[in-house]
């Protein structure tokens, strides 16, 4: 199956006691040093720095102009770490393959920002699903502000780009995989659907929605019952909707 991991260079940033922590307990050896606001002194930082000098990570004491020169924005919180890129699954194939049960992928056509990648990342690795897939073409890839936002989930779920994503789709058919599209002019609701058996969830971008041969391609397609004024959800918000339904049917 045509899908890659996204390719990170060698260095990359990580910045947030979120995304920090989940490194330091998946890939420990991988934090090459973190930069850290020696102002703060309350517990979280107190229970941090323990946990990177546990792990024998090499501790910088930073300041805020320093901090915000390293990830680009004031958001870090007082924690910025430098982390060598950690191998990922090179293909959706040998991630499928790993799955005992039922597979569950989230499939994002046209997201572009990384806020809201962050978000579906955040809400894919709660609802447990398997993979995210992305176009490398219509896409954002992984970067320090998903990382940030996903709060450590960048670096537990497999967010890979493919090349054709009409190509995937049909590869995931091949698989008996059910692929299922959410469209606001769909006349079957989420909630008519049975998740629990094999199924990708595929989101559109907001305002624009999947392309048309992303649309055309799905076995279904699916609305998100909208009762008040606005017309869609945010596209994080959707995915939390369309998983955690599917969470709520296999756990049922």
Known sequence: MSASSS??????????????????KT?????????FDA???????????????????????SDDERLHKLCGNHRHQGVVA?????????SLDEVLDGVDGAPLVLVLDGVTDPHNLGACLRVA????????????????????TVAKVASGAAETVPYLMVTNLARTLNELKERDIWVVGTSDRAEKTLYDLDLKGPVALVLGAEGEGMRQLTAKTCDELVRIPMQ???ESLNVSVAAG??????????KG
């Open 7 to 24: 390719s990170p260079s060698k260095t990359q940033i990580l910045f947030g006691f979120h995304a920090v922590t989940v490194r330091l």
């Open 27 to 35: 890939a420990p050896d991988s934090v090459q040093e973190i930069h």
């Open 39 to 61: 102002t703060r002194r309350d517990q979280r930082m107190r229970q941090f720095l323990d946990r990177a000098r546990d792990a024998g990570v090499r501790l910088i004491d």
């Open 82 to 90: 430098r982390v060598s890129a950690v191998a990922r699954s090179h």
């Open 125 to 144: 690795d709660g609802a447990g699903a398997h993979a995210v897939v992305a176009p490398k073409d219509h896409a954002v890839g992984l970067n320090a």
């Open 228 to 230: 008040g004024a606005v």
């Open 241 to 250: 909707v369309c998983l955690y339904e599917a969470l709520r049917q296999r």
